[in-house]
């Protein structure tokens, strides 16, 4: 039981770039989230998938793209990668509930230059 | 503003002391979680409070949400080593989906 995994663990893009992070989880949750973290800040929602079709913005969704593949898989696109996108990227997934626990994978370390 | 503000932002201690950190906000949330994130890994929920007033126990951890539901605090006693980590409060977005805005966090370290 693996949980929520990311790939890849790290990456180093130049300014332009295109790149997509992979996230999967083997909870059978319906949900899945993406977030990103940057020093002082916490973490940020990038964006939401509530069930398998659908995805939703979050707080700070300029600049990237998701897919909600089937039920296990949520992908986040960066089209054209900028410095301001350097942070840690967290992908996530929980069942709907009144104690709302999320599950977070490692994370993928993303530098932009 | 559905911010949470945390304090302090850093906070280093020797094994064996006492401390408390803080999580505000300046709106009612109907129920607020505690996180513990550990260099190079994700968050793991330590706890979800959802009762005003509510005090739940995890070991030398003790949670406590405040009567008017704008507040909470985590209290450690004789921190150890293995405690060390950045402790992230959390609230639930507006809209529901349990979509999470955290806190900055506090990190703590605890040297032997």
């Known amino acids: 039981n693996a949980g929520v995994t990311q790939t890849p663990k790290f990456q180093v893009l130049k300014t332009g770039q295109s790149m997509t992070l992979q996230c999967a989880q083997d909870?059978?949750?319906?949900?899945m989230y993406w977030y990103r973290q940057d020093p002082g800040m916490g973490l940020r929602l990038i964006y939401y998938s509530a069930s398998e079709g659908t995805t939703d913005k979050g707080e700070v969704p300029n600049g990237y793209n998701v897919s909600r593949l089937n039920k296990r898989e949520f992908s986040l696109r960066l089209e054209s990668a900028a410095p301001s996108q350097t942070s840690v990227y967290f992908c996530a997934s929980s069942e709907i509930s009144r104690s709302g626990e999320q599950f977070f994978g490692p994370g993928t370390r993303l530098t932009v230059l | 503003t559905q911010l949470l503000e945390q304090s302090p932002q850093f906070l280093s201690i020797q094994e064996g002391e006492n401390l408390t950190v803080y999580c505000n906000s300046s709106?009612?949330?109907?129920?607020l979680q505690w996180y513990r994130q550990e260099p190079g890994e994700g968050p793991v929920l330590l706890v979800t409070?959802?009762?005003?007033?509510e005090v739940k126990k995890l070991k030398r951890l003790t949670f406590q949400f405040g009567d008017a539901r704008k507040d909470s605090s985590l209290h450690i006693t004789a921190a150890q080593p293995g405690d060390t980590g950045l402790y992230l409060c959390a609230r639930e977005f507006s809209g529901g989906y349990n979509k999470l805005i955290f806190g900055a966090g506090t990190r703590l370290a605890v040297h032997p």
């Open positions: 909870m059978n949750h319906n949900s």
């Open positions: 709106s009612v949330f109907s129920s």
């Open positions: 409070v959802v009762t005003g007033g």
